[in-house]
T-cell receptor, first 113, second 106 residues
Framework: KAGVTQTPRYLIKTRGQQVTLSCSPI?????VSWYQQTPGQGLQFLFE???????NKGNFPGRFSGRQFSNSRSEMNVSTLELGDSALYLC????????????FGSGTRLTVV | KQEVTQIPAALSVPEGENLVLNCSFT??????LQWFRQDPGKGLTSLLL?????REQTSGRLNASLDKSSGRSTLYIAASQPGDSATYLC?????FGAGTRLTVKP
């Protein structure tokens, strides 16, 4: 059974650019959550999607957005990148909103220069 | 809004010791509580999942307990090994604590 797949694994972008990260959940899982992890702030919740609808949202600016497709795959977009957006972005999938727990992908390491 | 706190922030113990990591949360209306391990630069590996109707879960040398009424969970690691060195994170309702960085010295 395939795990949670995040692409790309590494990304380098320039300030002001935008970026799109992808997450494919475990087959059968319909909920996808996104997190930002930095050394100073730890794991911060970005948002959670279930059945193509955003169910929960953390305290991040509107530059951070996401969506979920009918096959449960999710994308996260960050526009007008800032140096402080450099982080490990983690995606987690679950059956539905945390039911049976979360399984994490390996993450996308974003560096903004 | 769920707030999750983990104590201690860091812990260093000699190999073979038994240890306890603590997690507290503010909202007792939870589906479940999950403990994860994270190695530097890597993703999170699930260790134990406790459903809200359960009191504890065990896996090998790990035992996690849940007390919803007091908003607390503990992760007990028996006979610690250097390979247990990692950051341990507690998750409640998709919210994480800051983690406990564990170092087990040979």
């Amino acid at each position: 059974k395939a795990g949670v797949t995040q692409t790309p694994r590494y990304l380098i972008k320039t300030r002001g650019q935008q970026v799109t990260l992808s997450c494919s959940p475990i087959s059968g899982h319909r909920s996808v959550s996104w997190y930002q992890q930095t050394p100073g702030q730890g794991l911060q919740f970005l948002f959670e999607y279930f059945s193509e609808t955003q169910r929960n949202k953390g305290n991040f600016p509107g530059r951070f957005s996401g969506r979920q497709f009918s096959n449960s795959r999710s994308e996260m977009n960050v526009s007008t990148l800032e140096l402080g957006d450099s982080a490990l972005y983690l995606c987690a999938s679950s059956l539905r909103t945390g039911e049976k727990g979360y399984t994490f992908g390996s993450g996308t390491r974003l560096t903004v220069v | 809004k769920q707030e999750v706190t983990q104590i201690p922030a860091a812990l260093s113990v000699p190999e073979g010791e038994n240890l306890v990591l603590n997690c507290s949360f503010t909202d007792s209306a939870i589906y479940n509580l999950q403990w994860f391990r994270q190695d530097p630069g890597k993703g999170l590996t699930s260790l134990l999942l406790i459903q809200s109707s359960q009191r504890e879960q065990t896996s090998g040398r790990l035992n996690a307990s849940l007390d919803k009424s007091s908003g607390r969970s503990t992760l007990y690691i028996a006979a610690s090994q250097p390979g247990d060195s990692a950051t341990y994170l507690c998750a409640v309702s998709a919210r994480f604590g800051a983690g406990t960085r564990l170092t087990v010295k040979p």
